[in-house]
């Protein structure tokens, strides 16, 4: 009996981990801009989710370019709808 309990356990924390596994996507309007790599998206059920972007080293807001850089995402997207897939 106690094997079939730890094959219960084992199962149902694999099939976790299956899910949790898959990527997310999340579609909402961009009601902030952090810096020159991340953004607050709120959702339909207005939760705010933040987001960093992957594949972009943009500088923090405090060194150089920094101000720049959280203008030019802010230009980009604030104010719009995105959908936003993580990665996995």
Known sequence: MKT???KSVT???FLYLSVAAQPQTITGKVVGVSDGDTITVLDASNQQHKIRL???DAPESNQDFGARAKQSLSDLVFGKTVTVTSAM
């Open 54 to 56: 992957d594949g972009i």
């Open 4 to 6: 079939t309990a730890a």
């Open 11 to 13: 199962f149902a924390a």
